[in-house]
């Protein structure tokens, strides 16, 4: 039974670019959630996503941040125009139903940024 | 919002020794999640606790839900233990929303 699944695992861009972070959930699991952790720090809540729906994104920078889940395919976190700050860890998370329940994490994608 | 605080920062001890890492939570949970993030940096999972105690091998975890607080309990620590273990919880005010907030994490390394 495969876990949650997140690509690619290393990220390497150049500032400026566009940086695309996908998620596949656990089989059967509907809600998704990206965290963000910086160096030496606890990871972040950055948006919760149901398919087609995003329910939360109250962690997500107002600009060059965006998410979606469609109704076919993976999570995608992606990042417009990149700087230096934006080089993190970002994982993915997801669970059966929103609230009371586990969340499964993915290995996380390492985005660097030159 | 929930505010999650971990003790102690940092944690040595030499192989076979026991530990207790500590989680204190300000707000009533819907869930508690402990997590170990190895060297590597992925994050294990290792207990949904939100009240109760479970056992898990040499590990082990008490949730005291009305007095605000976790433990974890790593006993007979194996070099294989080490990196840092984060607390995690769920606020039970925080609406329709499931977020998980984490506390800042125990560095722990485990020397022979």
């Known amino acids: 039974n495969a876990g949650v699944m997140q690509n690619p695992r290393h990220l390497v861009r150049r500032r400026g670019q566009e940086a695309r972070l996908r998620c596949s959930p656990m089989?059967?699991?509907?809600?998704v959630y990206w965290y963000r952790q910086l160096p030496e720090e606890g990871l972040k809540f950055m948006v919760y996503?149901?398919?087609?729906?995003?329910?939360?994104e109250s962690g997500m920078p107002k600009e060059r941040f965006s998410a979606e889940f469609p109704k076919e395919g993976p999570s995608i976190l992606r990042i417009q125009q990149v700087v230096r700050g934006d080089s993190a860890a970002y994982f993915c998370?997801?669970?059966?139903?929103?609230?009371?329940?586990?969340?499964?994490f993915g290995d996380g994608t390492r985005l660097s940024i030159l | 919002g929930i505010q999650v605080e971990q003790s102690p920062p940092d944690l040595i001890l030499q192989e076979g020794a026991n530990s207790t890492l500590r989680c204190n939570f300000s707000d009533s949970v819907n869930n508690l999640q402990w997590f170990h993030q190895n060297p590597w940096g992925q994050l294990i999972n290792l207990f949904y606790i939100p009240s109760g105690t479970k056992q898990n091998g040499r590990l082990s975890a008490t949730t005291v839900a009305t007095e605000r607080y976790s433990l974890l309990y790593i006993s007979s620590s194996q070099t294989t233990d080490s990196g840092v273990y984060f607390c995690?919880?769920?606020?039970?005010?925080?609406?329709?929303?499931?977020?998980?907030?984490f506390g800042t994490g125990t560095r722990l390394q485990v020397t022979l």
């Open positions: 998370a997801s669970s059966p139903t929103g609230r009371d329940q586990p969340q499964h």
């Open positions: 995690a919880v769920e606020g039970y005010n925080t609406g329709t929303a499931s977020k998980l907030t």
């Open positions: 996503l149901q398919k087609e729906n995003i329910i939360d």
């Open positions: 089989k059967g699991h509907s809600h």
